[in-house]
């Protein structure tokens, strides 16, 4: 008997191909410079979850992500973690501008788990003036964890206006605003596999 595979959900193809939003083409025509290869990401993501397995071996740690910009890097670097691990999420938005952070946070989802006694890795994107990240450490301190730590796949040189102890970064970039592998601008391009610029004309439109 003939097995015909279709996708999940879907019994048969559908009449008629659906329509994209945009071609791929337009999408990518965007991008202004590619500042990180998905490559080097990929190196690096690796090198990250080693140390991370050296550093905690014998425990299981927490990794908790800041929605949405995080969730590619952890999932990555949580794969070339060789230990136990378990996921939280917290969701926060920053009142103010779209492309500067005011420092002022506000928790949109906070985590499912109680974080006393427990070893955390705090995963971010990117790390701008620094404020979300050190409003969420203060944050998360409150709550007593037996470790607190974190890991952020960017950091932009020279913009940081607090002092912040990140003890795993991938990268220090100029500070430029960028977009790709979970970072957006206007909720697009997070799924681009690589870290990039976008033309000034795509700010404007
Ligand atoms: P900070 O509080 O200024 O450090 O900003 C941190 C947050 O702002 C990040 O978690 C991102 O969500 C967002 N952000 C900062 N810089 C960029 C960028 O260049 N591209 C996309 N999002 C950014
Ligand atoms: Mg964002």
Redesign the pocket.
């Known amino acids: 008997m003939e097995v015909r595979v279709t996708p999940a959900g879907r019994s048969s193809p559908p009449s008629t191909p659906p329509r994209l939003a945009a071609r791929v083409e337009d999408f990518e025509s965007d991008i202004d410079r590619i500042l990180i290869s998905g490559e080097e990401i990929q190196s690096t993501v690796r090198r990250l979850g080693e140390e991370i397995t050296r550093d905690y071996e014998g425990r299981s740690v927490l990794l908790v992500g ?1 929605l949405k ?2 969730f590619v890097m952890m999932a990555d670097l949580s794969r070339h973690v060789r230990l136990p691990l378990e996921f939280d999420f917290m969701a926060v938005s ?1 009142y103010g501008a779209a ?3 005011s ?1 002022v946070v506000r928790i949109l989802k906070d985590l499912d788990h109680d974080i006393e006694g427990q070893d955390v890795l705090l995963v ?10 050190n409003y969420l450490l203060k944050n998360l301190r409150s709550r007593r964890p037996a470790s607190l730590e974190v890991c952020a796949l960017l950091q ?1 040189e020279g913009i ?1 206006q607090v002092p912040l102890d990140v003890r795993y970064r991938g990268f220090m970039i100029p500070p ?4 790709g592998y979970g ?3 206007a909720e697009r391009f997070r799924n681009l596999p690589y870290i990039a610029t976008l033309k000034p004309e795509t700010y404007e439109a």
């Open positions: 800041v910009g995080a920053s492309t500067r952070t420092g971010e994107d990117i790390i701008d003036s620094g404020l979300t990240l932009k940081q430029e605003f960028v977009v970072l957006d601008f």
